[in-house]
C-alpha cells in the first residue's frame, strides 16, 4: 500500500455519491478517479448517467467536478470506504469499523439522495458496522441510515470480475431511473427498485414485457396490503396466494403457490426484481426461497 493522493468529490445537493472501496495505485499516481482503466465511464455512458463517452484521464473532473455531461444536469461526487491509502489488489484492503464510521458521518453531513456502493467489500463492511440487513446482492438496498433520507444502491465492481458488463449496465439504468422517479423524497414510481444476483446469462436475458411488470407491481402493492392488514412480519407465496386470487390476480393456485413463484423467477431472471419492493428470496444449489416482507 501507498498513501492515496486522491481528493473525494464531496458536497452538499449531490443527487448520487459513488463509494468505491479504496483508491488504486495506478489512479492515485495519475491523481484521477478510474484513470487507470475505462469500463467505469464507459458503464455510466451505456446507462445514459453520462450524456457523451468521456476521456478516463479527466473524467472525474469532468463528471464529479461539473454537471456538463451529467444526466438532467445531476450532481455526482465520489468517495472510498478506505480514503487514505492506495492499493489496486482488494484482497489487501481491510476496512475498519473508523473507516465505516467516517463514511456514515460524511453521508449524514453531505446528505447525497443516492448512495452507490461499488464493491462489495463496501456493501458488506458497512452493512455490518451499520447493524442492517442486505436485501439482494445488486440494486436497491433502502435507507440504511435512519437519520438522513438518503437511498443506498449496490452495484458490482466496474472490472475484475466475471459478471458482465451488460448486468453492471442494467443496474445503472435502475439508478437513472430511481433518481427520475424521486429517490430521496418518497416517491418510487417506477421499477427501480433492487436487483438479483447476476449469473453468466444475465448480459442476454431479455427484459419483461411492460404488462407483465405492471402486474408485478399490482402483486407488490397487494401483498404489501396483506402484510400490513394480517400484522405478519413475513409470508411465503401459499400464504399469500388465496389473498391474490380473492382479488382476481390469479385464478387458482397449484403446488402452494407456484404461479407466483413463476412471476418472481422470471422478474428475477430478467433482472427486474425491483418491480416488486416486499419480494426476497435465499439462493439455494437449484433453486429460490421466496418470503415477503414489508418495504422500510
Not at 492515496?4 to 445537493?13: A, D, E, N, Q
Not at 463517452?53 to 472525474?60: E, F, G, L, R, W
Not at 439508478?175 to 416517491?187: D, M, S, T
Not at 404488462?211 to 412480519?233: C, F, M, N
Request: charged share 30%; hydrophobic share 35%; net charge positive.
Amino acid at each position: 500500500m501507498e498513501a492515496s493522493t486522491l481528493k473525494p468529490f464531496v458536497r452538499k445537493g449531490l443527487d448520487i455519491l459513488f463509494v468505491g472501496l479504496n483508491p488504486a495505485k495506478g489512479s492515485s499516481r495519475k491523481r484521477h478517479y478510474f484513470s487507470v482503466r475505462a469500463a467505469f465511464w464507459d458503464q455510466l455512458f451505456r446507462s445514459g448517467l453520462i450524456t457523451r463517452p468521456v476521456d478516463k484521464d479527466v473524467a472525474d473532473e469532468i463528471v464529479f467536478g461539473s454537471t456538463e455531461i451529467n444526466r438532467n444536469g445531476w450532481n455526482y461526487g465520489i468517495t472510498d470506504l478506505v480514503t487514505a491509502w492506495a492499493e489496486s489488489d482488494s484482497t489487501k484492503v481491510e476496512p475498519t469499523d473508523e473507516d465505516c464510521s467516517r463514511l456514515a458521518d460524511d453521508i449524514r453531513d453531505y446528505r447525497p439522495r443516492l448512495v452507490v456502493l461499488l464493491h462489495s467489500k463496501v456493501r458488506n463492511k458497512l452493512a455490518a458496522f451499520l447493524g442492517v440487513s442486505i436485501p439482494r446482492p445488486y440494486g436497491a438496498l433502502g435507507r440504511w441510515l435512519t437519520d438522513v433520507p438518503s437511498e443506498f444502491f449496490s452495484v458490482p465492481f466496474p472490472h475484475g470480475n466475471s459478471i458482465h458488463d451488460a448486468f453492471k449496465i442494467r443496474v445503472y439504468k435502475e439508478i437513472r431511473a430511481f433518481v427520475e422517479n424521486g429517490a430521496g423524497h418518497g416517491q418510487l414510481s417506477g421499477p427501480a427498485r433492487g436487483l438479483g444476483e447476476p449469473n453468466g446469462s444475465e448480459g442476454g436475458q431479455p427484459m419483461l414485457s411492460s404488462s407483465k411488470l405492471e402486474r408485478a407491481r399490482q402483486v407488490d402493492g397487494l401483498i404489501e396490503k396483506y402484510l400490513r392488514e394480517t400484522g405478519a412480519d413475513i409470508a411465503k407465496p401459499k400464504d399469500v396466494m388465496p389473498f391474490l386470487i380473492q382479488r382476481g390476480v390469479f385464478r387458482k393456485d397449484h403446488r402452494e403457490g407456484f404461479p407466483l413463484r413463476r412471476l418472481l423467477n422470471e422478474l428475477a431472471d430478467s433482472g427486474t426484481l425491483s418491480a416488486m419492493r416486499t419480494a426476497h428470496y435465499e439462493q439455494k444449489a437449484k433453486n429460490r426461497l421466496w418470503h415477503f416482507r414489508l418495504p422500510k
